[in-house]
Nanobody
Framework: QLLLAESGGGLVQPGGSLRLSCAASGFTLHYYAIGWFRQAPGKEREGVSCISSSGGITNYADSVKGRFTISRDNAKNTVYLRMNSLKPEDTATYYC????????????????WGQGTQVTVSS
């Protein structure tokens, strides 16, 4: 069974930083692209960032470009999302999800999901 566990969320002031982690168990992340998504109350789930299985390709939503950085450590079976210059509009539950090999499509294209970690940006 593929299990994903997000961690690292919390309450942070505007302009602050957080690093989210997505740890995989029961399988190796080596063959999977990992996507980060977020969902705010009353809004649809949206893609934030994705990293390919090789780590050679990354992409970001326009709203987070230049502020967020995705990375992966296959030896630790973990993917990270470094979030800098956080804004109140970044407040959401953040999820990681996997699909084979490449980043492609919206949430429906991803097969397995973690339970999410809450990020709240507020003064």
């Amino acid at each position: 069974q593929l299990l994903l566990a997000e961690s690292g969320g919390g309450l942070v002031q505007p302009g602050g930083s957080l690093r989210l982690s997505c740890a995989a168990s029961g399988f190796t992340l080596h063959y999977y692209a990992i996507g980060w998504f977020r969902q705010a109350p009353g809004k649809e789930r949206e893609g934030v960032s994705c990293i390919s299985s090789s780590g050679g390709i990354t992409n970001y939503a326009d709203s987070v470009k230049g502020r967020f950085t995705i990375s992966r450590d296959n030896a630790k079976n973990t993917v990270y999302l470094r979030m800098n210059s956080l804004k109140p509009e970044d407040t959401a539950t953040y999820y990681c999800a996997v699909r084979r090999w490449i980043c492609s499509g919206g949430p429906e294209a991803y097969d397995d999901w973690g339970q999410g970690t809450q990020v709240t940006v507020s003064s």
